[in-house]
């Protein structure tokens, strides 16, 4: 279930609990920096299922849009080790004519040890051209942060 921020007026926030696993650990015993992009991956993925409900496999697959990103940025602040319990969250920051700009975070009850902010585009998986995102995604959307379509759209 998505946790809810709060202040009403903020943004919700899609989070999920983690444990952090012997896969996600270098030798040295903390997550090698590309893993946390696996996890990320994984986390929008069931974020589209989960909240938006709009089955990613059909959205790739059947109906062939593609949500590549486009734009990424991270900040690791602190380690993560294996058998740590953390939590991935996500936030809608801006939904835009053909791209979606994400707030991406992993925590624990203290701090957080890695923030992400990512650019996705929607594309056509059969020309590998930029779309319009879809209504029923900009919908699914806009009930998760109604605030957010209001905040602008840079395609």
């Known amino acids: 279930m998505a946790a809810q921020d709060p202040d009403a007026s903020a943004p919700r926030r899609f989070a999920r609990a983690r444990r952090i696993r012997f896969e996600h650990c270098d030798p040295a015993g903390i997550v090698f920096f590309p893993q946390y992009l696996v996890m ?11 909240e938006l ?12 849009v593609g949500l590549p990103t486009v734009s990424l940025s991270c900040e690791f602040l602190h380690p993560s080790r294996m058998g740590d319990e953390v939590t991935l969250g996500l936030r809608v920051a801006k939904i835009g004519n053909r ?16 923030r992400m902010r990512q650019s996705i585009v929607t594309t056509s ?21 109604p605030g ?8």
């Open 53 to 64: 409900g709009i089955p990613y496999a059909q959205l790739i697959g059947a109906r062939r």
């Open 40 to 50: 990320f991956v994984s986390h929008l993925e069931d974020w589209i299922v989960e």
């Open 99 to 114: 791209s979606i700009a994400l707030e991406l975070d992993c925590s624990d009850d203290e701090r957080v040890r890695v």
């Open 148 to 155: 957010v379509a209001a905040r602008g759209a840079a395609g």
């Open 125 to 145: 998986l059969d020309t590998h051209r930029p779309i319009p995102v879809p209504d029923d995604l900009r919908a699914a959307m806009a009930r998760f942060d």
